[in-house]
């Protein structure tokens, strides 16, 4: 599965781990988020409240609703890539069992396709951005690298 050609197009199944719905706490400005999802959706906002009650709802569907409800930062746009970099890569750094289940897809390219339109972080119907499948596929690269460095060896 280690060739270039090889891609993988969706987070579910044995690649759900790479969802930000993927069950995975962690820590962010004092709040604990069991997902991405939550921390990302509460990170839209200055507003603690807000930020305590998406960090404390059932589901990461649910915190991407509050997400949609919450009174934008000014800054939003201009930070919401290095915000879920910072998050994404916060996960592996916390779990190391996701680290290397991430370093097990090898050298695939990874694509967040999805069915709900969603061609900024991912791609529906062949197009968009992909945002986090790059954004995963570069945590991946500095987690061979890292473990290239400690260990002296590939994997």
């Given at each position: 599965m280690n060739s270039t050609?090889?891609?993988?197009?969706?987070?579910?199944?044995?690649?759900?781990?790479?969802?930000?719905?993927?069950?995975?706490?962690?820590?962010?400005?004092g709040f604990r988020y069991p997902t991405v999802e939550h921390a990302f959706q509460a990170a839209?906002?200055?507003?603690?409240?807000?930020?305590?009650?998406?960090?404390?709802?059932?589901?990461?569907?649910?915190?991407?609703?509050?997400?949609?409800?919450?009174?934008?930062?000014?800054?939003?746009?201009?930070?919401?890539?290095?915000?879920?970099?910072q998050f994404v890569t916060l996960k592996f750094e916390s779990h190391p069992d996701l680290a290397e289940m991430l370093l097990d897809t090898g050298d695939a390219k990874l694509i967040e396709g999805n069915s709900w339109n969603d061609t900024y972080w991912g791609v529906c119907g062949g197009r968009g951005k992909n945002h986090l499948g790059k954004i995963l596929m570069g945590i991946r690269t500095q987690l061979l690298v890292t473990n290239r460095e400690t260990t002296g060896s590939i994997g």
């Open positions: 050609s090889h891609v993988i197009d969706s987070f579910a199944g044995e690649y759900r781990f790479l969802s930000n719905f993927y069950p995975s706490t962690i820590f962010v400005d839209k906002t200055a507003d603690s409240a807000a930020k305590q009650k998406i960090a404390t709802v059932q589901s990461a569907l649910r915190a991407k609703s509050l997400g949609r409800q919450v009174r934008l930062r000014k800054d939003w746009e201009a930070v919401k890539v290095a915000v879920m970099r």
